[in-house]
């Protein structure tokens, strides 16, 4: 632990040394209370080694990713992470784009690409919905597919999803799944630039085609939320939010099989082209190719396919979400004001212009677990939010709060303009499994006033408030910190899980 010191009441600082080949220092953000979860992984994991067996935890990770070539500045991670596919979950890494050695790991990226969330307003009070909340939660819950294995209801031949990869939320507005103004508030406007679909295999393709517009299942979920407290009236107002208690739609989800599978392809594709280029890892999990060699680009190609698919994939619930609503208060989604406030990715990589050393460079900025947060007047966020920065949703665990932050300077000259995605997982799958009643789970959600609708009972144990991190916690220790601030509170009253 000698490599491992505090900087500051938020965060450490990884030197290098703690593993060999560290090219940068690693620093990740926690606060007292969140430091206990993160350095008892790594005691567990120490425990687990001297035994012949174990896991990386993510304090080592986030070293192994400071070993990779072209990586800019250092391997930081934020208050929600924990051990992760190569890459810790709450991992960021920036890599130089013009650096021939510099490279893109699918692990970086994950399994879920373009995993987000997308919150919807509504003219709608917690009051307003009052005895029709069973209602409305059902009504959700029959309109939006759920579930491992689910299917869509959204009709997709091979050609048009060709189209989705491509163009992303464009096909959803030409197909008629989104309004004009949803782009707006989506990073990216809803599509990632040069993304290809003919790097997406025919098995990728074949597992996203009936999967459109499906929640699927994990910590996937849609929830109906109510505004619990303001913390910038000025800022919320600026994206509709008029006062405590107006209802709010937050859809969690990604490109489902279809994301699996590029990522799985890409890391078999990177195996052979690391031979080929001699590029060691300290980890296998950190699969990688150099950015500019054949493999790098089909990646990005595929993955921006991917991440268009997801967007088109959340569109798609936003438009089935409408209908639902507009069914159980006859109304029309216009006359709701159902319009989205923003969309943000949690798994993904993007080439952005950032500020190094007084120098501006093009970096290939990997985000896995973590949320872009650009600060107020950046070219890519909307006009309308130019003067309060980016929105940045944190979604929370089953049936506790989430929280919408915004992107600071702080943040832009820290972290690349990042911050945390959500409250990050304090126990495995499988612990969770062995130890909550999902009976339990269930009755404490009902206890709290929350209607809930699930496909699998069983598995909610896995998603259970216990399983997780405090998200209150990690938020606070973003705000603390300065990479992003608090702006509202969100409290659920109806949870729709697979």
Excluded at 33 to 47: D, I, M, N, S
Excluded at 364 to 382: D, E, S, W, Y
Aim: net charge negative; aromatic share 6%.
């Amino acid at each position: 632990m000698s490599y491992v010191s505090r900087l500051d009441n938020t965060s450490y600082e990884i030197r290098p040394g703690f593993v060999d080949g560290m090219r940068v220092p690693g620093r990740f953000y926690v606060n007292p209370q969140l430091e206990k979860l993160v350095f008892g992984e790594l005691e567990l994991a120490c425990e687990r080694t001297s035994d012949g067996g174990g896991f990386l935890p993510a304090v080592k990770q986030i070293a192994n990713v400071a070993t990779l070539p072209g990586i800019v500045s250092g391997s930081l991670a934020m208050p929600d992470l924990h051990s992760g596919y190569g890459f810790a979950i709450g991992n960021v890494a920036a890599f130089d784009m013009d650096d021939p050695e510099a490279v893109v790991s699918p692990g970086g990226v994950g399994f879920d690409i373009n995993c987000g969330v997308r919150l919807l307003r509504t003219n709608l009070t917690e009051a307003d919905v009052g005895d029709k909340k069973e209602l409305l939660a059902q009504t959700l819950f029959d309109h939006i597919p759920v579930g491992v294995g689910s299917q869509g209801i959204i009709p997709t031949t091979s050609a048009s999803l060709c189209e989705a990869l491509e163009l992303g939320m464009d096909w959803s507005l030409r197909q008629g799944y989104a309004w004009p103004e949803d782009k707006e508030h989506c990073e990216e406007y809803g599509r990632m630039p040069g993304a290809d679909a003919s790097k997406v295999s025919a098995r990728a393709r074949k597992r996203g085609l009936p999967q459109l517009g499906t929640l699927g299942a994990g910590n996937h979920y849609a929830e109906i939320q109510v505004v619990d407290e303001i913390f910038d009236e000025t800022a919320a107002r600026k994206m509709g939010i008029d006062t405590v208690g107006q209802v709010v739609v937050m859809i969690h989800s990604g490109s489902r099989g279809l994301g699996h599978q590029v990522a799985t392809d890409a890391l078999q594709a990177m195996e052979s082209a690391m031979a080929r280029d001699k590029i060691t890892v300290n980890d296998r999990q950190l699969a990688c190719a150099r950015i500019s060699s054949p493999e790098g680009q089909d990646y990005l190609a595929s993955m921006a396919a991917a991440a268009n698919y997801a967007w088109v994939n959340r569109s798609s619930m936003t438009y089935l979400a409408r209908q639902a609503f507009a069914k159980v208060f006859n109304s029309t989604p216009y006359d709701l004001d159902m319009h989205v406030i923003y969309d943000v990715s949690h798994n993904i990589a993007k080439i952005e212009d950032h500020v190094v050393n007084g120098v501006r460079r093009k970096l290939l900025v990997h985000r896995k677990g973590a949320t872009r947060a650009f600060p107020p007047h950046h070219p890519m966020i909307p006009v309308d939010y130019q003067f309060i920065g980016q929105p940045v949703l944190v979604g929370g665990t089953m049936g506790t709060c989430s929280y919408l932050l915004l992107g600071t300077d702080t943040g832009m000259r820290e972290t690349f303009g990042s911050t945390c995605h959500g409250a990050g997982r304090a126990q495995s799958r499988a612990s969770a499994r062995r130890t909550l009643d999902y009976q339990t789970v269930l009755n404490n959600l009902k206890a709290k006033g929350i209607s809930i609708r699930v496909a699998s009972p069983k598995l909610v144990t896995e998603e259970a408030p216990e399983s997780y991190k405090d998200v209150t916690e990690v938020v606070d220790t973003c705000h603390e910190a300065g990479i992003s601030r608090k702006c509202l509170k969100l409290r659920p009253i109806a949870v729709i899980k697979g």
